[in-house]
């Protein structure tokens, strides 16, 4: 059907197919169309990238994309097919089940027999369950169908390790700023006009889409659809949109990044570090309990008796956070994290539990030395329980120097702290009851 224009001629109406592309969102019109059009992969895509070697060598194998959302996992399966000339199939983890596999596979082994291999794309792959992953075993092996997954979620944990030895991982990062303005002068050349937006705006824009490129379109297609007008300034620009939420996944692997970002920084001694980390957690909905927990083992575990101040500095912010609560009480918990960070550091109490430990996992039925056992019944006093055991308290130095590990056990050196902080007074103590155990000896 075609519509009259302002000259009387015919206007043909569009096609579906133009329609449909005219409707698209500006994410879907800029998808690239080759692989070298792809922004931010040059260690996958670039002229000595992984992907590219793979696809000179004419082997492409079963593989899975891991990477953050927006980063172009799917465009990049679609152009592999494409490269490899490859039929291109496409299922989501969310929405499909065995049975839609199952005939996915049939289909591919009907190509397969007119020559024509498949590549099936799942995304979201780590969404399937153990059975419906062990599914792709058969027709990986027969070569069938080339696999590509697409997974957020670490492969070691999120997927089954059959399916892992058979198939490479390639890591797709985050956009970089770069990445970004890359993307951002494609979507003005697309739409004729620059982005309305001051030089301090347009890199607030980028930031607020976190290394999401699809994020990053969607801001801006609100922009170009915008009335005429004078620049937007950062906040006015805020106050248009939304800020992306930050990737974390409490039971997700990021939680366990973003901790032991934390921890790690402390142990470092980098207060600012660690309060970036501290509020990336708390940013992100993390349990400020939880963070407390991890506070109280560090003050154990990293400091010690370096600062003996320091497991109670760590319970008392837990305290403070369970009375307070959020978020006056995540202050108590920043307070921790200074005063963590700068104390001395120390994992001798640590090291030297590690060691009692094995040490009695080796002598567990060794017999406590009778000098130091309890005896109290008569017979037990016959048997010679308490027999020559010296009470500290009546030595002119407070210390008997006696033996109190098991006879025949010799005696381990646990607990070496070093010349740091509250622990130098301690190496004091340890060299003269040293002295006074050699002498007595």
């Not at 995304?123 to 599914?135: K, L, M, S, V």
């Not at 027969?142 to 089954?160: D, K, Q, R, Y």
């Not at 805020?238 to 997700?252: E, F, G, H, P």
């Not at 921790?336 to 001395?344: D, F, N, R």
């Amino acid at each position: 059907m075609s519509n009259p224009d302002l000259f009387g001629g015919a206007i043909p109406a569009p096609t579906p197919a133009q329609a449909k592309a005219e409707r698209a969102p500006l994410a879907e019109k800029l998808r690239p169309q080759t692989l070298a059009e792809v922004a931010g992969q040059p260690h996958l895509l670039g002229p000595e990238g992984a992907l590219t070697r793979m696809l000179a060598r004419g082997a492409l194998a079963s593989s899975m994309l891991w990477g953050p959302p927006g980063v172009g996992k799917t465009t990049i399966a679609r152009l592999l097919a494409k490269a490899a000339g490859l039929r291109f199939c496409q299922v989501s983890a969310v929405f499909s089940g065995v049975a839609d596999l199952k005939k996915i596979f049939e289909d591919a082994e009907r190509f397969a027999a007119n020559g024509q291999r498949t590549l099936l794309f799942v995304d979201e792959i780590h969404r399937f369950n153990r059975a419906q992953q062990d599914a792709f075993l058969p027709v990986m092996e027969a070569g069938t169908i080339t696999l590509i997954g697409a997974t957020t979620e670490n492969p070691s944990f999120a997927l089954n390790g059959a399916l892992l030895s058979r198939a490479q991982v390639f890591v797709l990062k985050r956009l970089d700023d770069a990445a970004m303005e890359t993307l951002l002068a494609r979507a003005e050349a697309l739409s004729a006009h620059a982005l309305p937006l001051t030089a301090p705006a347009r890199a607030s824009l980028r930031a607020m889409a976190d290394g999401d490129g699809r994020a990053l379109l969607n801001m801006a297609e609100q922009l170009f659809a915008l009335p005429a007008g004078g620049p937007l300034d950062e906040a006015a620009l805020t106050a248009l949109l939304s800020r992306r939420a930050a990737l974390y996944d409490r039971d997700r692997e990021e939680h366990y990044n973003l901790i032991s970002a934390l921890h790690k920084s402390m142990r470092g001694s980098d207060p600012d570090a660690a309060l970036y980390w501290l509020a990336r957690m708390l940013a992100g909905g993390e349990d400020p309990r939880y963070i407390a927990r991890r506070l109280t083992r560090f003050a154990a575990e990293d400091i010690g008796l370096a600062d003996p101040q320091a497991l109670p500095q760590a319970l008392a912010a837990w305290e403070a956070y369970e009375r307070l609560g959020t978020p006056e009480g995540e202050v108590c918990i920043a307070q921790a994290v200074v005063y963590l960070s700068t104390a001395p550091k120390s994992n001798a109490v640590y090291k030297a539990i590690g060691a009692a430990n094995r040490a009695a996992r080796e002598t567990g039925s060794l017999m406590p030395p009778m000098n130091i056992l309890n005896a109290p019944t008569k017979l037990m006093k016959t048997l010679g329980y308490g027999e020559g055991y010296t009470y500290d308290h009546d030595t002119d130095d407070g210390f008997s120097g006696d033996n109190y590990f098991p006879e025949g056990m010799g005696r381990p050196d646990f607990y070496r702290p070093p010349e740091r902080g509250f622990e130098r007074e301690i190496n004091r103590r340890l060299a003269y009851w040293a002295k006074l155990r050699e002498e007595k000896a």
